[in-house]
């Protein structure tokens, strides 16, 4: 009962991070670039702002269930007397959910405090640059979402 509650956090705490990078990169920016630059930047600024706290939330969400889940894993199976041996896929999924999360900080520390900055100096070319980085970046991050996902779930096939 606990690991499945375990699981279902985590999950929807992954669901929260990649569908919110969807949104922003698919759906927010295409719209928000029918804006004129001082009216999109801030909107942008701002929405990045609550969708980085619901991050933050989900990366401890994600930690904090993976961990358990996992030493629950290892408990169990040294109890049983078997060796664990922690699937490839795992590893995949800890490897890249480690790299998503530094490239979060990456743009949550550096990229969106320039942002900021340039919304508070009114200044939007440096605004439209730093958004620019942060789309990038974004890019990366859902693109790694999205192989760590096609990995278990073929691994979990078998």
């Not at 375990?6 to 919110?20: D, F, I, N, R």
């Not at 991050?55 to 996992?70: F, H, K, N, Q």
């Not at 919304?119 to 620019?132: F, I, M, N, S, Y």
Request: aromatic share 10%; net charge positive.
């Amino acid at each position: 009962m606990a690991y499945a509650l375990l699981k279902t956090v985590h999950l929807l705490a992954v669901v929260v991070w990649l569908g919110g990078m969807f949104f922003a990169h698919f759906c927010l920016r295409p719209a928000a670039m029918t804006l004129p630059p001082p009216q999109r930047v801030p909107l942008m600024a701002m929405a990045l702002g609550r969708f980085f706290q619901a991050v933050a939330v989900s990366i401890g969400l994600i930690l904090a269930s993976g961990g358990w889940m996992l030493w629950r894993v290892v408990v169990t199976t040294k109890q049983t007397g078997g060796p664990f041996n922690m699937p490839l896929e795992w590893h995949v999924m800890v490897v890249l959910g480690v790299a998503m999360m530094l490239i979060f900080g990456h743009i949550r520390f550096a990229l969106y405090k320039r942002l900021r900055r340039a919304v508070a100096a009114q200044d939007w070319p440096a605004g439209g640059e730093a958004l620019a980085s942060i789309r990038g970046w974004v890019a990366i991050n859902l693109t790694i979402g999205a192989v760590i996902v096609l990995v278990v779930l073929m691994g979990t096939a078998n």
